[in-house]
T-cell receptor, first 111, second 115 residues
Framework: ETGVTQSPTHLIKTRGQQVTLRCSSQ?????VSWYQQALGQGPQFIFQ???????GRGNFPPRFSGLQFPNYSSELNVNALELDDSALYLC??????????FGPGTRLTVT | QQQVKQSPQSLIVQKGGISIINCAYE??????FPWYQQFPGKGPALLIA?????SEKKEGRFTISFNKSAKQFSLHIMDSQPGDSATYFC??????????????FGKGTLLTVNP
């Protein structure tokens, strides 16, 4: 059984650019949640996907968007990057209603 | 509004000692309370979790104590080891009634266990 994987590991982008982050969920899991973790803070919920549909969203602007694919992998897209978007982006997979297991994260730096 | 408050911000314990981290929550609809351990450069790892129908749960050296009336829960690490040095996060979610089970995290506690 493979765990949650994310790519890329690190990414450097310029303000105003767009970025796509990817997540492969743990085998058998149908739900993916995305979180943003600023330095020295706890993760903040961005949104969740369950069976390819968005199933809840946190307090993030529309330029944060996502997708979930039939194999339950997921993408997080961020448009018009701002300096404050610099953070560790985490995805977590689960069977809906059960424990969430996190991937290693993607460290995004916006300059 | 910070729905989950965690303390202390940092904690230094001697090897073999007991580490205690506390959390308080505001939303009485929360019904699932996990603790995560995070090492530098890694994602959070699920350590132990509790639901409000029990007051204590123990797994190895890790114990969660839960006080529903006070809306507080705590993590106790017995016989703390240098390898336990990490940041610990408490979290809470609503895992029933069609909710999206989003986790609300505390701000974290940096634990250092001295040898």
């Amino acid at each position: 059984e493979t765990g949650v994987t994310q790519s890329p590991t690190h990414l450097i982008k310029t303000r105003g650019q767009q970025v796509t982050l990817r997540c492969s969920s743990q085998s058998g899991h149908n739900t993916v949640s995305w979180y943003q973790q600023a330095l020295g803070q706890g993760p903040q919920f961005i949104f969740q996907y369950y069976r390819e549909e968005e199933n809840g969203r946190g307090n993030f602007p529309p330029r944060f968007s996502g997708l979930q694919f039939p194999n339950y992998s997921s993408e997080l897209n961020v448009n018009a990057l701002e300096l404050d978007d610099s953070a560790l982006y985490l995805c977590a997979s689960s069977l809906k209603g059960n424990e969430q297991y996190f991937g290693p994260g993607t460290r995004l730096t916006v300059t | 509004q910070q729905q989950v408050k965690q303390s202390p911000q940092s904690l230094i314990v001697q090897k073999g000692g007991i580490s205690i981290i506390n959390c308080a929550y505001e939303n009485t609809a929360f019904d699932y309370f996990p603790w995560y351990q995070q090492f530098p450069g890694k994602g959070p790892a699920l350590l132990i979790a509790i639901r409000p129908d029990v007051s204590e749960k123990k797994e190895g050296r890790f114990t969660i104590s839960f006080n529903k009336s006070a809306k507080q829960f705590s993590l106790h690490i017995m016989d703390s080891q240098p390898g336990d040095s990490a940041t610990y996060f408490c979290a809470a979610s609503i895992n029933s009634g069609g909710s999206n089970y989003k986790l609300t995290f505390g701000k974290g506690t940096l634990l250092t266990v001295n040898p």
